[in-house]
């Protein structure tokens, strides 16, 4: 079984203003379909691991031989990542009610996200002790340690340089916009 590109809920200008069109699409058809070509690629010589899903590849990269694993690492966790974060998403005034418990902490992850430096996710986080705000490099992610991503955002540049070019907060306080808190509440 070969990992696919999964299809957007939405059209890619569905999220404009907040985030334009033609990142959407280049993120979309460009960046992601990258992920997953080199992930399929990467898996090619390894019959044995391509019947395991993202998931299960991602929280045991021990197990994936050496000569692979950084590549399902970058690009697996790619491929995991931009799923997810696709499915954070809607046309903004159609994602439902926003969670109390989650804008509490937004100040937060915004302040994480804009400090974040190079390129990485910043997420809000579900384990034992509650909520929590972390950020990972390149395209690490929570379940890599056991945590459950709630919500996540990209801070590549890819994901708005487009649109926003060095206004990085601007980008963040938009997403805000675009949230599909109805997607979120079942991973809450
Ligand atoms: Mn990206």
Avoid: C
Wanted: without cysteine; proline residues 6%; charged residues 25%.
């Amino acid at each position: 079984m070969k990992h696919e590109l999964p299809k957007l809920a939405y059209e890619y200008n569905a999220l404009e203003p907040f985030f334009d069109a033609k990142t959407m699409e280049i993120h979309h058809t460009k960046h992601h379909n990258t992920y997953v070509t080199k992930l399929n690629e990467a898996l090619e010589k390894f019959p044995e691991l391509q019947n395991k899903t993202i998931e299960e590849l991602l929280t045991d990269l021990n197990s994936v031989p050496e000569e692979i694993r950084t590549a399902v690492r970058n690009h697996g966790g790619g491929h995991y990542n931009h799923s997810l974060f696709w499915q954070m998403l809607a046309p903004a005034g159609k994602g439902g009610e926003p969670i109390p418990e989650i804008l509490a902490l937004k100040e937060n992850f915004n302040k994480e996200a804009t400090a974040l430096f190079g390129s990485g996710w910043v997420w809000l986080v579900k384990d034992v002790s509650g909520l929590k705000v972390i950020k990972t490099p390149l395209q690490d992610n929570p379940i890599m340690q056991n945590l459950t991503p709630v919500l996540g955002l990209d801070i590549w540049e890819h994901a708005y340089y487009l649109k926003y070019q060095n206004r990085r907060p601007e980008y963040i306080e938009a997403f805000w916009n675009v949230v599909n808190w109805n997607f979120i509440k079942l991973r809450f």
